[in-house]
């Protein structure tokens, strides 16, 4: 997924809590989903970034063969410029395009029936 090209904002946002809550009626709740994506991700991201650096790897444990690699550094800035993984979820939730249950809910409405 190109997360640069989400509408998720770069920098901290400010934001109605209220709002958040308008799907699961509670706040916590709420935050826990976010946490859970954000965490999703920050591990794709993760590996993302492993799989190009990996390619830039250099198996030589010589200081003296240290050199600065221009692809590498440009490579790394693009991940450092994008949104914190906590935001674009959060801009996801609020998008409506995570999905999410709660078995313990869809448990009560069975026994109910």
């Known amino acids: ?3 640069k ?3 998720a904002p770069v920098n901290t ?5 209220m709002d958040l809550c308008e799907d699961t ?6 935050v826990a989903i976010i946490g859970k994506r954000a965490n999703q991700i920050a591990a794709e991201i993760k590996q993302d970034l492993s799989k190009k650096l990996a390619e830039f ?3 030589n444990d010589s200081l003296e063969e240290v050199f600065e690699n221009r692809e590498q550094i440009e490579i ?3 991940y450092e410029k994008l949104p914190k993984p906590t935001l ?3 801009q996801e939730f609020i998008e409506k395009n995570i ?11 069975e026994d109910e029936d």
Do not use: G
Request: charged residues 30%.
């Open 88 to 90: 674009l979820a959060t």
């Open 5 to 7: 090209k989400s509408k």
């Open 1 to 3: 997924m190109d997360y």
């Open 13 to 17: 946002v400010t934001r109605n809590i």
């Open 57 to 59: 790897a250099s198996y």
């Open 99 to 109: 999905y999410w249950r709660d078995p313990a809910k869809e448990r009560q409405f």
């Open 76 to 78: 790394s800035r693009y």
């Open 25 to 30: 009626d509670n706040i916590y709740e709420s």
